[in-house]
């Protein structure tokens, strides 16, 4: 009996560490995808009628107070799994599954700055509450597709962001393509904004990674209108036509008659750290460490982006 209740003691002992470590067992994943980091903290949703259930939250900074915020957009979700590769050992790899721990693990380093954080999604879901127009056959449609990535800019604005940060992965049509970009959108009025913070972020994210010997290859800071939509046809009117004219990035372009009426209102690019086609990229998409490297990087470069300027020396009177 004694030896009986020392087990159970034991056993209790045991939970207990394993609840304060945080080594809880994943939660299922309805897509057959691996779970991926949950986040720490409930945080405040800022609109729960428009974005779905974990969508658009906004969480307080953990240290100091810088009075800004910073929108991070973890992309895709849900029924949407991006682009899919496949890592080194053969594991297929979803472009959301990797974005997400990526974007949680940023915005942990820019609480502990002083910055409140809002982001698009804080698990494995959409963005936008979706409604029967936005699905078919268990996926997007092409308006579907439109109105989730459209609610980011909508939470980025209803956030008040300072700056906003889409973090994406490229996929190719071969295991060749590879390497690192950062997007900005130049049709903007804070274009030249835009293009200082896409600077900082390729430096930073391309030096990090570069500094654990993986060597990627640069493959610039792009304009939008190099990357837009290539998605609907022109000739097929409505929603198809409109997308097939839209050339940028919805998450960071202008407003469009008929078509897209919310563009963000501040700074903002998508960065696209690695190609997860590639499998070496892939690998590095789909690890902990990896996730981890570029969400240092990202935090940097908001970081130098959005520090004030140095105090110019006071006049001296003669």
Not at 87 to 109: F, N, S
Not at 241 to 262: Q, R
């Amino acid at each position: 009996m004694a030896l009986r209740l020392v087990v159970v003691m034991l056993l209790v002992v045991v939970i207990l560490v394993i609840e304060i470590l945080g080594f809880s067992r994943p939660l299922p994943d309805l897509h057959g995808r691996a779970p991926r980091t949950r986040i720490s903290s409930r945080g405040e949703p800022l609109d729960p009628a428009t974005f779905a259930a974990g969508a658009c939250t906004a969480l307080g900074p953990t240290t100091g107070n810088r009075h800004e915020t910073v929108f991070l957009d973890a992309g895709h979700g849900g029924i949407d799994p991006g682009g899919v590769g496949t890592t080194q050992a053969g594991q297929t790899i979803y472009e959301a599954d990797a974005t997400l721990p990526i974007e949680l693990d940023a915005m942990g380093i820019l609480r502990a700055q002083g910055f409140r954080v809002v982001v698009s999604r804080t698990g494995d879901t959409a963005v936008v509450r979706l409604g029967s127009a936005d699905v078919s056959g268990g996926v997007l449609t092409l308006q579907g597709s439109h109105d989730d990535v459209a609610a980011r800019d909508i939470c980025a604005n209803d956030a008040e962001a300072n700056v906003l940060v889409g973090i994406y992965f490229n996929a190719g049509g071969s295991p060749q393509g590879a390497g690192s970009i950062t997007a900005y959108d130049a049709d903007r009025p804070f274009s030249t904004a835009n293009l200082k913070l896409a600077n900082l972020m390729q430096g930073d994210v391309l030096a990090a990674m570069d500094a654990q010997g993986w060597n990627i290859p640069n493959d610039g800071v792009l304009p939008d209108t190099d990357l837009g939509s290539y998605v609907g046809d022109p000739t097929a009117g409505g929603i198809a036509g409109e997308a097939a004219a839209y050339d940028h990035l919805l998450v960071i372009g202008p407003a469009m008659t008929g078509y897209f009426t919310s563009p963000s209102q501040m700074p903002g690019v998508v960065v696209e750290p690695l190609y997860i086609t590639d499998p070496f990229e892939g690998t590095i998409a789909a690890s902990a460490h990896g996730q981890r490297v570029i969400a240092q990087a990202i935090s940097t470069a908001i970081e130098t982006f959005l520090a004030p300027s140095p105090a110019l020396p006071s006049a001296r009177v003669s």
